[in-house]
């Protein structure tokens, strides 16, 4: 009797597994194109990471979001509006504490109602930090979701599939995740 080839066993699986449909959010022009898809979590990290999200949100007019933002937070909707969003399909929430954006953020990856959830300037707290990452991931592949993080510097690999380092709206570095480690 022989044994069957992994890739035997990769094809018999994937015919039996039921298909999990992940639905195509849109395709971002990063050295050759990079597709999101919902239910990841997107890393934008350096000095021009709003620039980057509003171009993003620019680039996808059909795409409602709802943008978390930390107590330190500066960001001017009205800008935004400047840069050609349209401010009616994003919702704000302003000066949430870690704790809260967190709570907040599951809430609204729960309803289902946003293609983008976009956590701006809230660190997550270092005790649970992995959990946290976990629930939210789930929330967002559970909800259809986009998951955004913007930020200084990195917070966690764990959950996240796309780290960008954007040093401008047009110009941006990606790296894909994968099991907590760069690739």
């Not at 969003?85 to 289902?112: D, K, N, T, W, Y």
């Amino acid at each position: 009797m022989s044994r069957p080839e992994l890739k035997a066993l990769k094809a018999l699986i994937e015919d039996h597994a039921p298909a999990r449909a992940r639905k195509s959010v849109g395709t971002l022009s990063v050295g050759g194109g990079l597709t999101l898809h919902a239910g990841e979590g997107i890393e934008v990290l350096g000095p021009a990471r709003r620039a980057w999200m509003t171009a993003f949100l620019r680039q996808h007019p059909a795409l409602r979001a709802a943008w978390v933002q930390g107590e330190a937070n500066r960001l001017c909707p009205p800008a935004l509006e400047q840069q050609g969003v349209a401010l009616s399909r994003i919702l704000f929430f302003e000066r949430l504490s870690p704790g809260e954006g967190i709570e907040l953020a599951l809430q609204l990856l729960r309803s289902a109602l946003f293609g983008a959830i976009i956590f701006d300037g809230i660190a997550l707290p270092f005790a649970g930090r992995e959990a946290q990452m976990r629930k939210l991931q789930l929330g967002a592949e559970d909800g259809g979701a986009l998951l955004f993080f913007l930020s200084d510097r990195s917070q966690s690999s764990f959950g996240i599939r796309v780290r960008m380092e954007a040093e401008g709206a047009d110009a941006v570095e990606f790296t894909r995740v994968k099991g907590g480690t760069l690739t």
